[in-house]
């Protein structure tokens, strides 16, 4: 039902999960533990797999927080538990209040958890390719050291994503990161295709960590498209011509 970072267990005051697809209620193309709320699965059902995954975490299901996810650098500071309808538009989210948990919802995206036991500040970002070029993960740190954070403090785990070898991407992709960002092209390696290269998101991701200044950096190594056991991947449900996908959850909790 779920995965923890060996970076991350132990920790004190934290609690976290890489949920999988396993465990859940829904069926079809979302079987099972389907926790998006963007996706076209019944909503009782998206409820109750999203319940399960709060009780797992230890906290009640309203203190399960979810972002409306817009594929931007926003960051939210959370206070406190709210409806499903008020939730912001963006793409991380920082917290110091104990018992919520920040929940990101992926589907080959980089979810990114992130942990300061010291100044205890948690936080969870959504980083796609898009996020991660205009700078979410910095704003992430940033925000957290809003809070009280500082930067060799925080440890931070990539979870499950797609890979290099499934994500084949155009030459104009290519040229907006070289453009963008310098040095960038080694993040891609030529594709099968003429015109098309791989793209290394994981990579660019633990790179654009590295700059934040964040050292305690990790990475799962999972590839959301090569194992449609445990993940469920929008590139993978595209290219299978299947109508929709679920989303992954994954959640960090600052212990009271």
């Known amino acids: 039902m779920y995965i923890e970072a060996p970076s991350l267990v132990g920790q004190p005051g934290i609690r976290h999960a890489f949920f999988t697809r396993a465990g859940g209620v829904s069926h079809g193309l979302y079987a099972s533990l389907n926790g998006g709320l963007g996706s076209q699965d019944e909503p009782a059902l998206v409820a109750e797999n999203r319940s399960r995954m709060a009780g797992h975490l230890g906290v009640a299901p309203s203190h399960l927080v979810s972002l409306y996810q817009v594929h931007s650098a926003e960051v939210a500071i959370i206070d406190g538990p709210m409806a499903l309808a008020d939730r912001p538009r963006a793409d991380a989210m920082v917290t110091r209040v104990p018992n919520l948990a920040l929940g990101i919802a992926t589907a080959d995206c980089g979810p990114i958890l992130f942990a300061d036991t010291v100044g205890r500040v948690v936080g969870a970002a959504h980083a796609g390719w898009k996020g991660a070029l205009s700078g979410v993960i910095a ?3 940033e925000a957290m050291e809003r809070l009280g954070s500082a930067r060799g403090d925080i ?17 104009d992709f290519r040229t907006r990161f070289a453009e963008e960002v310098p040095g960038s092209d080694a993040h891609f390696a030529p594709g099968q295709r003429e015109g098309h290269a791989q793209f290394d998101l994981p990579g660019f991701i633990a790179r654009r960590l590295r700059e934040a200044g964040i050292e305690k950096a990790s990475t799962l190594g999972l590839c959301t498209y090569a194992d449609p056991e445990r993940f469920y991947s929008y590139r993978r449900t595209t290219h299978g011509g299947e109508a929709d996908y679920g989303r992954l959850i994954s959640a960090i909790v600052l212990a009271a």
């Open 155 to 171: 440890i931070a785990v990539l979870g499950p994503t797609i890979s290099q070898a499934a994500y084949e991407v155009g030459d």
């Open 139 to 141: 704003a992430t740190v």
